[in-house]
């Protein structure tokens, strides 16, 4: 089992930036990767980004490239989302979720097992 807590969301206009953070319990050893997806009122959750246990390989979806970045700390078994040049169309509740060792696409959702509680995020014009 595998428990996620995630903080840092909040209200910003847009331009601005936050930094999330995502801080794992429990069987934490067998994470492979750690995800970060986001859901809009009235769409479905999209892949936002995803970094491996090294954090030498992360990945993101082509409307935030260049402007978040995502990390890891092992030590404290927590992972980072800093995102900057935010616009209002960043606005939605944020999920980090834990995949463990195995084959399959980082960017589907199905792919992860534990999932944290969500933060909200809201940019404003």
């Known amino acids: 089992q595998v428990w996620l807590v995630e903080s840092g969301g909040g209200l910003v206009q847009a331009g601005g930036s936050l930094r999330l953070s995502c801080a794992a319990s429990g069987r934490t050893f067998n994470i492979d990767t750690m995800g970060w997806f986001r859901q809009a009122p009235g769409k479905e959750r999209e892949f936002v980004a995803a970094?491996?246990?090294?954090?030498?390989?992360?990945y993101y979806a082509d409307s935030v490239k260049g402007r978040f970045t995502t990390s890891r700390d092992n030590a404290k078994n927590t992972v980072y989302l800093q995102m900057n040049s935010l616009k209002p169309e960043d606005t939605a509740i944020y999920y980090c979720a834990a995949r463990l060792y195995g084959s399959g696409p980082f960017y589907s959702s199905s792919q992860y097992y534990y999932w944290g509680q969500g933060t909200q995020v809201t940019v404003s014009s």
């Open positions: 970094i491996s246990r090294s954090g030498s390989t992360p």
